[in-house]
């Protein structure tokens, strides 16, 4: 009965992520041990619960047909482990969670070590990238992500905000004509981040104005990059203010049309809508919230 149990679970978390790696990930086991719960069920029951390519997995009609038992299943269970860990001084478990790459020394990233401090018996494992991870697929309990969310079916909640700048190197802005007005950077050079659209909105006093440049001499995939490449002189770019503070302070960054603002954005804890959120994950976004004072990168 407990190897039927746990089969039925690995078999959801494939329904889930559309792979027997994925569902690894998101199980921490390897794939090797979820194709054999995967085929056990099968071959215990005398179905077929996946139509299998190279590719990818889709479910059979005897699959869907069991899916949602399943899935009620383990949402008993986890509402069961949530409900022994409610209340508790000392939480239990382990916590897996994807956040920017870059602010490795910014506050965000200080209050999950904290946290880590605090709770001796959970166990973080902190995947860093620029790049939105698949949480689902991927098996994150938690990201932390930065910007304006795309609807899906994610949660979501707001834990705080940030700043950025426009800034250029001093040597970049000595070799042309001084930035004075909006208008008057559309004649200079941007550096690019892939995943970040280049539209970009001013304002001051009131007044807004739309900006898209075309000029983009360089362009990377990291926030970390394109902050180096604004550094060597090849252009300007709109960078997280905590970034770039001790830059400002020691002349080797300039503010570019400090009267004009970019607008504040926010920074998002969000998690899968699968199933009752875990106890622990929800106790680690009541912590960033907790510290959401100084929070800004």
């Known amino acids: ?11 959801v978390a494939i329904a889930d992520t559309g792979s ?7 199980l921490k086991l390897s794939t090797s041990v979820i194709s054999h719960h995967l085929s056990r069920l099968e071959d215990r029951q005398g179905v077929t619960l996946f139509f299998r390519s190279t590719r990818s997995m889709s479910l059979t009609p005897e699959g869907n047909t069991a899916l949602e038992p399943a899935r009620r299943m383990v949402t008993a269970g986890e509402e069961a482990l949530d409900a022994i860990h409610v209340g508790s001084d000392e939480p239990v478990g382990a916590l897996r969670v994807a956040m920017p790459a870059f602010g490795e020394q910014s ?3 200080n209050v ?5 401090k605090q709770h001796p018996m959970v166990a973080i494992s902190l995947h860093c990238s620029d790049t939105p991870t698949d949480l689902v697929k991927d098996g994150f309990d938690l990201a932390i992500r ?3 969310l795309r609807s899906s079916s994610l949660k979501s909640r707001r834990i705080a905000d940030f700043e950025r700048w426009l800034v250029a190197s001093p040597d970049y802005l000595a070799g042309r004509s001084p930035i004075k007005s909006p208008e008057d950077l559309a004649e200079n050079d941007f550096v690019a981040v892939t995943q970040i659209p280049s539209l970009m909105t001013l304002e001051c006093d009131g007044q807004s104005i739309q900006f898209d440049p075309e000029n983009m001499r360089v362009e990377v995939n990291t926030v970390t990059a394109a902050k180096a490449a604004v550094l060597a ?7 997280p203010l ?3 503070e001790d ?11 400090p009267d004009w603002n970019l607008p504040v954005l926010g920074i998002y804890a969000v998690w899968p809508d699968i199933g009752p959120q875990k106890a622990l994950t929800r106790r680690l976004i009541d912590y960033f919230l907790g510290n959401r004072t100084g929070l800004m990168l």
């Open 1 to 11: 009965m407990i190897d039927d149990y746990r089969s039925l679970a690995v078999f």
């Open 20 to 26: 027997l790696s994925a569902a690894g990930r998101r």
């Open 107 to 109: 506050h965000l990233h």
């Open 112 to 116: 999950l070590w904290d946290f880590a």
């Open 146 to 148: 930065l910007g304006t």
């Open 233 to 239: 002189g090849l252009g300007i770019w709109h960078v």
């Open 242 to 244: 905590g970034e770039i």
């Open 247 to 257: 830059d400002l302070a020691q002349g080797r960054l300039m503010h570019v049309l």
